[in-house]
């Protein structure tokens, strides 16, 4: 069942169709709304965030799953923390329903020790890449979150990529708590069902 995802509500200041395997940055000032909407469906978009003032308070995985009532998986209502304990954003609006904190990013490495793949596109390029404009380096790249990403865990605390939940339409609105650079990969991964074995472009809209 795909979705008619509805506008988003305020003016728009940005609206871009990011490729299959691609990253993307912008900083998104307070107030504003970062809208993601899974075009096709079954596609995980990696995600970091880092106060745009600060980049050293940046996001935090385990506080935001530490704080939020929503545990290890993100929805409506989950605030995204920063190391400092600083909100970077709050998910508004949800259509997906669970998306990852624990599965962290792919990479040539992960790739060759899990797959035996070596030389494919990965999230963790991309956010390297994307990071280079800013300054930043492979030390600067903490545990990402994955929006429309499923990651169960079973009750022995086993986990894998789980096959993708989101359909076509899924989208989530993240509103900036501060000004927040946020970093994107829309995921190149083909060696587990993350994005169904088939990476597909992303819309990405900003709007105040």
Sequence with gaps: MSHDYEEVSGRIVHDETVPARAGWSRVIGKGQVLRIVDLEGRQAVDFLCYNADDYEDRYAAADTMKINPSGIFIGKDTVLYSVNCNPMFTVIEDTCGKHDTIGGCCSDALNRFRYGATGQPSCRQNFLDQLEKYGMGSRDIPTNLNFFMYVPVGSD??????????????????????DVLAVISNCPQINNPVNDYNPTPIRIIVAE
Excluded: T, V
């Excluded at 605390?157 to 501060?178: K, Q, T, V």
């Design 157 to 178: 605390g086993s986990m894998d990529m789980g096959p993708s939940i989101s359909e076509p339409g899924d989208y989530i609105d993240l509103r900036a708590e501060m």
